[in-house]
């Protein structure tokens, strides 16, 4: 079964480990654990600076108080969270190497998922285009895209 199926309908700990999984495919391929890498532990404030810096052009609106709040807040974390991975599932062979990857690592999370969602936040910030083929995956990652810059400026209203 794959987890994708359940989308967007996921328990806590499903969500967690597939947002693990994401961030270890966009960070390295799915060639190494990222568990104990300092970009999955990045506090909301460091996140929410972060993408504000990203956003200066695109949504200057948008400032690191709202960005962090969203983060913390567990429901917006969860919504936005689950719009990013919905974004990544819209291309079958990124999606399909993600719930590869939460397969071989569905054991407990270590970071909590606020600091997950912030993660992968910034790295879906910078996507700018993804390759799958034969070799793997490559991602080249630039400023931003538009789809999430809508849903945080949303997001941030709320």
């Known amino acids: ?38 970009t999955l532990n990045l ?15 695109t949504a200057p609106g948008i400032t690191a108080n709202a960005i962090q709040q969203v983060l913390e807040d567990q429901m917006l974390s969860s919504d936005l969270s689950l719009q990013m991975l919905g974004i990544l599932r819209e291309q079958p062979r990124l999606a399909e190497a993600i719930a590869i990857e939460y397969e071989k690592s ?11 969602t912030a993660a992968l936040l910034v790295l879906a910030c910078k996507i700018k285009k993804i390759k799958l083929d034969k070799n793997g995956i490559e991602i080249i990652f630039e400023p931003f895209s538009q789809k999430i810059t809508a849903l945080l400026s949303l997001l941030s209203k709320s």
């Open 1 to 38: 079964m794959n987890i994708w199926n359940h989308y967007p309908n996921y328990k806590k700990h499903e969500l967690a480990a597939l947002i693990k999984a994401a961030c270890q495919v966009l960070i390295t391929g799915g060639e190494k654990d990222v568990s104990e890498m300092q």
């Open 43 to 57: 506090p909301s404030i460091v996140a929410a600076r972060e993408v504000e810096g990203i956003f200066l052009e």
């Open 106 to 116: 569905t054991q407990k999370m270590d970071a909590t998922g606020g600091m997950l």
